[in-house]
C-alpha cells in the first residue's frame, strides 16, 4: 500500500497543489514503519471497524454545511448493511461490486442520506 499512496499523493499534488489528501490507518504507529517519508502526517486510525472509519470521516470531512454527525452515519451504515444483505439474497451469488448490485445500493444510500442526515432534509 505505500506506493499506491505514495503515486495518488504525486498525483494529487502535481494536479492540485491546494487539493487535501487524508491517511486512514487500521493501528497506530504503523505508518511511522512503513512509511516514515509520512512523519509529521497525522493518520486518521479507525481501529479496523465502520464506526472507526466513520468517525474519521467526520474529522477529515468537516464542513460548514452538511456536515453529518457519527449517528448519523452509524445509521446510514446500519440500514444500508441491511440492504447490501437483501441484494445480495436476491442476487444468489456474485459480488456487491458488480455494476447492477452496486448502483442499487448507491441509491439506497443516497435515499439514506436524505432521510437521515438532518442538514439534507428541506
Known amino acids: 500500500m505505500p506506493f499506491e499512496l505514495g503515486l495518488a499523493v504525486g498525483w494529487a499534488l502535481g494536479a492540485n497543489p491546494k487539493h487535501e489528501w487524508f491517511v486512514f490507518e487500521s493501528t497506530h504507529h504503523r505508518l511511522e514503519k512503513s512509511l516514515s517519508d509520512l512523519n509529521g502526517t497525522d493518520p486518521h486510525v479507525h481501529d479496523g471497524t465502520a464506526h472507526g472509519v466513520l468517525r474519521g470521516l467526520t474529522n477529515a470531512l468537516s464542513r460548514k454545511i452538511h456536515?453529518?454527525?457519527?449517528?448519523?452515519?452509524?445509521?446510514?451504515?446500519?440500514?444500508?448493511?441491511?440492504?447490501?444483505?437483501?441484494?445480495?439474497?436476491?442476487?444468489?451469488?456474485?459480488?456487491?461490486?458488480?455494476?447492477?448490485?452496486?448502483?442499487?445500493?448507491?441509491?439506497?444510500?443516497?435515499?439514506?442520506?436524505?432521510?437521515?442526515?438532518s442538514s439534507l432534509r428541506p
Open 67 to 117: 456536515d453529518p454527525n457519527l449517528a448519523e452515519l452509524d445509521a446510514i451504515y446500519r440500514d444500508l448493511s441491511n440492504a447490501a444483505r437483501e441484494v445480495r439474497l436476491e442476487m444468489k451469488g456474485g459480488s456487491l461490486f458488480e455494476a447492477r448490485p452496486f448502483k442499487q445500493l448507491v441509491f439506497v444510500a443516497r435515499q439514506l442520506a436524505q432521510v437521515r442526515i
